[in-house]
């Protein structure tokens, strides 16, 4: 019996698109555990003694069933008062979140703009959106300004503006400033994804769109399961819409919840984040000693261009043999030809490891 499933991987194979898992060893370049708090004693701490003070091991349902806890309540106002907002909403992952956030707020009459960059979770969430789509190029806020003007010109009912705040694979920034201000002269809406800025960038690490949160035009997405080193997401935004969102979105309403546990160490890591910005200039320091070792990058994610898949791989493979936890990302992860290896800087590492991994990537590349 033919097996297309193997001639997929087959083909896969041949195109060097393969992909594995591969257990996690050597210094860490390519996590997203940017404040080292996947290990962070005082979180563990809380979490042994929820345990050992009887706290469920499981959530036992969804939010809207016996799957709602205590614990989910109070990180969520918790989170709402750290970031401004008028009120936030925990879910199982990021993935989830933007998925419940396309298919549910944007509407059939609507058009979601949305940066061609934007990350996979948001585009699977906009193209099963009812909402028309339309993209623009990346970072160029005019390029978006033009998009909704031709939205407008096309009847749109409400306009939705999808972007990161930084982007995860080339870890530029978006012109937040510039896209808040054409959200409000064109009545529509700004969705931020702020996976890689929650904990590392904004004022106290609340991301880039602090300024703007608590609007009633704007919806941020906080991922717990990077700078937060722990799991599920925060979606912050106005209380009507976190209400429609508990009511109709499915990818929320047929999920279980996060475990009571997970909501606790949320709420813990964003406390350390509060109350440890030592952690967050140290990493900085190390942002910019990785930006003179490397010649690159404006944030903790430096992309270092090798340009074909095969390369990209071979040259991974290299230095993950000389002990450097480094991957390669490959298409359709990025754009045809623009292969590269994704360098992570978080506290798992000091300047003598950065020092090290860039000559180690000069004599191999």
Known sequence: MNNPFQDQLNTLSRLEK??????????????????????????????IEALQGGLALGSGGSRLLRGNHPEHERLETFAADFFGAQSALFMATGYLANVALFTTLARRGDVIVMDELVHASAKEGIHASPARRAKFTHNDAQACEDAIKRARDTGAAN????VESVYSMDGD??????LIDIADRYDAYLIVDEAHATGVHGPDGKGFSAAFEGRDNVVALHTCGKALGQVGALVTLPTVMKDILINTARSFIYTTAPTPLAAIAVQRALEVVRDEPERRARL??????????????????????????????ALAKRLQAQGFDIRAIRTPTVPDGTARLRLSVTLNVDSHDIDALAAAYGAAS
């Open 18 to 47: 393969r992909r594995e898992l591969i257990p996690a060893s050597g210094i860490d370049f390519s996590s997203n555990d940017y404040l080292g708090l996947a290990g962070h004693n005082a979180i563990r701490h809380s979490l």
């Open 284 to 313: 900085h320091d190390l942002i910019a000693h990785a930006h003179a070792a490397f010649g690159v990058g404006q944030t903790q994610i430096l992309p270092l261009l090798v340009g074909g898949d095969g390369e990209a791989l």
């Open 159 to 162: 306009v939705w503006i999808a």
């Open 173 to 178: 920034i978006a012109p937040l400033t510039d």
